[in-house]
């Protein structure tokens, strides 16, 4: 069973151009959820994914940036007009099935993307 | 809300050594979950162990033992017969039981000396 995939693992762009990271969940999973983590620092929630439903987007900032997760294929984190301050590492970590049933509490992480933003 | 705090931003320890990494929280929550992760050079992350607030009985994996204080709100890590692949930062990190999102800390950076 394959672990939970990201790609690109590293992306460069100029300022003003769009980003685009994708996340693959484990088999199974139909939540995803992705997370920021700026140099030195920890890692901050920034959405919550079901099958084409933004649970909680609570710590995406309102512009500039967009998730999704489709029907078929990968969950997408989109940055437009990407800025310096958006340099950093973007994790993907899924879940099974939601409720009270044991695991749901467990995230498993992706390898995360690298965004350096020139 | 929800905060979690690790105070050392750096530790080392010899091989073969034991050492701990403290973490405190605050909440107004009663049931929730802990958890430290480990991000090695690859930035990988990787569970370490997890405690489940409920129980009073602290964790254990192998080498990695946990000391859960709920009323100190208190979770430090205790890694023992410290290996080179120790090295790493280790998140400590909360989740209420009916969330979806981890709280993390800012991380300590430890070091294994040969």
């Known amino acids: 069973n394959a672990g939970v995939m990201q ?15 994708r996340c693959s969940p484990m088999k199974g999973h139909s939540h995803v959820y ?16 079901q099958k084409e439903n933004i649970i909680d987007e609570s710590g995406m900032p309102k512009e500039r ?21 958006d340099s950093a590492a973007y994790f993907c970590a899924s879940s099974p099935l939601a409720g009270a049933r044991p695991g749901r509490e467990t995230q498993y992480f992706g390898p995360g993307t690298r965004l350096l933003v020139l | 809300a929800q905060t979690v705090t690790q105070s050392q931003p750096e530790m080392s320890v010899q091989e073969a050594e034991t050492v701990t990494l403290s973490c405190t929280y605050d909440t107004s929550e009663s049931n929730y979950y802990l958890f430290w992760y480990k991000q ?8 370490v162990i997890r405690q489940e607030a409920y129980k009073q009985q602290n964790a254990t994996e192998n080498r990695f033992s946990v000391n859960f204080q709920k009323a100190a709100k ?23 039981r009916t969330g979806n999102q981890f709280y993390f800390g800012t991380g300590t950076s430890l070091t294994v000396i040969p």
């Open chain 2, 40 to 47: 090695p050079p690859s930035r990988q992350m990787i569970l």
């Open chain 1, 65 to 85: 940036f967009s998730a999704e997760f489709p029907k078929e294929g990968p969950s997408i984190l989109r940055i437009q007009q990407v800025v310096r301050g």
């Open chain 1, 7 to 21: 790609n690109p693992r590293h992306l460069v762009r100029r300022r003003g151009q769009e980003a685009r990271l």
């Open chain 2, 74 to 96: 208190s979770f430090s890590l205790k890694i023992s017969d410290s290996q080179l692949g120790d090295t790493a930062m280790y998140f400590c990190a909360f989740m209420k």
């Open chain 1, 34 to 49: 992705w997370y920021r983590q700026l140099p030195e620092e920890g890692l901050k929630f920034m959405v919550y994914l």
